[in-house]
């Protein structure tokens, strides 16, 4: 990654005690020159500066506290670069939108497009001239940059030259991955797996069940209804965004009225005021619940199209213009004769993030596509689809291990495996739907691919799959995989060519 006879001056952003003690870590090793790191109050710069437009002190102050152009970025833009520059404003925009105040009860103070461009040039300045003041040659980031700071650290980087490495934990118990740029991820070569690779077993029929989702149980599946919890988040939204309601009897039932409805018409496990409450989050369950009593058909030809929750890594960070699924799902029908359906069904944590009915006008403009009710089970329907569409979801993955084949539109961690089909306009529906899946081969391939992935947990919320965590351990397992990538001696698990 850097000149193998230069030590490292690294920007590292990470947020939580995990990426707080690697970073410690990091500075503390006589390999590494110099780190600057972004993330919370122990860190040297406090995210929150960018991510909610408003001072908060790191180590070493407020970001924003010499307020002088520099002009170190837009000398380091080559020519044609301006445009690209503009391509990560969209994305930057995009990312930050998630603490816009339709979403968010401490959102930032930006409103408008343009509000959002001068903040961007403000912040992308600022960040080149930390990069250049503390002469830094290599940025480490402890996720796919998705939230803000970091997409703004990450982007600020590439336009000025310097290397990333970007580090993302999976699913597999304390197995983590490592790109160089989004566009590598899922680029693996297993076209000479060695014949001594021990297999990793896959059950192809079993139900998998992960930590972060939460589990469809028989009291789950009852009808919800209107609780205390939901009552308290409705008075913190009309305290902080409509205080008039309080005078305005008629609209407050109205409200309430179409609150509990919504709220009885889901099963428990589809909680549509679970964190937050927005009004146009009204708007948005109440066009689900057009389908939500709809029967399913199995027997007809059909592509399943498991809707990502937004707005997250997966399609923020990876989908690339995908992260619009809409647009997906329009480019989908488009390989699929006239006769095959395609069955949207809406992830169970979503809120109205990027839900707006505009986005439902677009897919009910596309003749093929149902929406199918919430209590529909997603292996059923991927056991009886022809293949399976998504950006690059875990339901791709879940495909291929019951032998169905998937047709992804990102850049997934699983983009080599048998099975997987990247998304062109000149796939053949009928070989996605006869191309056979050897599972041995597919088990060949886990296997290989497992073995080389570094062991190490870079992402926090992953430790409680670990049993017996403990993160001194992990420290001084995920340290020198880290050095040794930057300095050149190791390579990341996904590169550019192979």
Known sequence: MIDPASLPRILSCGT??????????????????????????????????????????????????????????????????????????????????????????????????????????????????????????????FNAPHLGHDTIC???????????????????????????????????????????????????????????????????????????????????????????????????????????????????????????????????????????????????????????????ATTSAMGGAYVDQALAIEHLSLLLPEDCLIYVKENPKQQHFMRDPLFFHRLHRIPGVRIVPSRTCTHQLTDHSQFVGTITGTAGWEAICRGKNVVTFGNPWYASFPGVYPYEPNLSYAALCSQKIIHKDLENAAGYFLSLLPDGIVYERYKEIVPDFNQDENVARVLPYIIDVIRGRNSPVFVDEF
């Open 16 to 141: 939580g005690p995990g990426a707080s003690s690697i970073t410690s870590a990091l500075k503390n090793s006589p390999e590494v020159e110099h780190l600057l790191s972004f993330g919370r109050e122990e860190q040297d710069y406090h995210m929150a500066m960018i991510t909610r437009t408003r001072p908060k002190a790191g180590g070493l102050g407020e970001l924003t506290s010499k307020n002088t152009y520099s002009g170190v970025l837009a000398r380091a833009l080559g020519p044609g670069e301006l445009n690209r520059f503009y391509q990560f404003l969209f994305q930057f925009v995009d990312h930050l939108h998630r603490r816009e105040s339709h979403y968010h009860y401490r959102p930032h103070g930006l409103k408008t497009l343009h509000e959002y461009m001068n903040y961007y040039h403000l912040i992308a300045d600022i960040i080149a001239s930390k990069i250049q003041e503390h002469r830094i040659n290599v940025a480490l980031f």
């Open 154 to 312: 990450h982007q600020v980087a590439c336009l000025m030259g310097i290397p990333t490495l970007i580090l993302m934990q999976t699913i597999f118990p304390n197995k983590f991955l490592s790109f160089s740029n989004m566009a590598a991820c899922g680029n693996f070569n297993l076209s000479n797996i060695p014949r001594d690779t021990v297999p990793h077993s896959i059950e192809q029929k079993e139900h998998p069940s992960y930590f972060y989702m939460d589990q469809v149980t028989e009291k789950s599946l009852k009808q919800g209804h209107l609780g205390p919890k939901d009552l308290l988040l409705i008075l913190a939204y009309i305290l902080t965004k409509e205080p008039s309601l309080l005078i305005k009897p008629g609209a407050l039932w109205n409200l309430l009225s179409r609150a509990r409805t919504i709220k009885s018409k889901f099963p428990r496990f589809r909680d549509p005021f679970a964190r937050f409450f927005h009004i146009d989050q009204l708007e948005y369950f109440e066009t689900l619940l057009e389908s939500e009593s709809e029967p399913v058909d199995f027997d007809c030809p059909f592509v399943y199209f498991p809707l990502h929750l937004q707005p997250e």
